[in-house]
Nanobody, 122 residues
Framework: EVQLVESGGGLVQPGGSLRLSCTASGFTFSNAAMSWVRQAPGKGLAWVYNIYRDDSPYYADSVKGRFTISRDNAKNTMYLQMNSLNAEDTGVYYC????????????????WGQGTLVTVSS
């Protein structure tokens, strides 16, 4: 079965850094496009960063120059290095895998982790 587990969240002061991890199992991680999505308190989901099987990254303008995505296929793990954090970065961060759950009908469904909370506050 497919599983995504995030870790690394916590409380950090403005201007600080955190590194989030997403460890995957149940599918061929190296072939998967992966994503980080966040949800601020009381708001909807917001896309943050994607990384594809060729390691090409795409990011939201709000994190440009501050966040970096990477993956270690040997460890089945994706990372999100977050620097220069501010209060607007507060929220639950989810990792997602595109089309990593296969149905008997041949459909490919996305999978999500349970999320890890990041709180940026002094």
């Amino acid at each position: 079965e497919v599983q995504l587990v995030e870790s690394g969240g916590g409380l950090v002061q403005p201007g600080g850094s955190l590194r989030l991890s997403c460890t995957a199992s149940g599918f061929t991680f190296s072939n998967a496009a992966m994503s980080w999505v966040r949800q601020a308190p009381g708001k909807g989901l917001a896309w943050v960063y994607n990384i594809y099987r060729d390691d090409s990254p795409y990011y939201a303008d709000s994190v440009k120059g501050r966040f970096t995505i990477s993956r270690d296929n040997a460890k089945n793990t994706m990372y999100l290095q977050m620097n220069s954090l501010n209060a607007e970065d507060t929220g639950v961060y989810y990792c997602a895998g595109f089309g990593v759950v296969r149905t008997t009908h041949g459909d490919a469904l996305d999978a999500w982790g349970q999320g890890t909370l990041v709180t940026v506050s002094s």
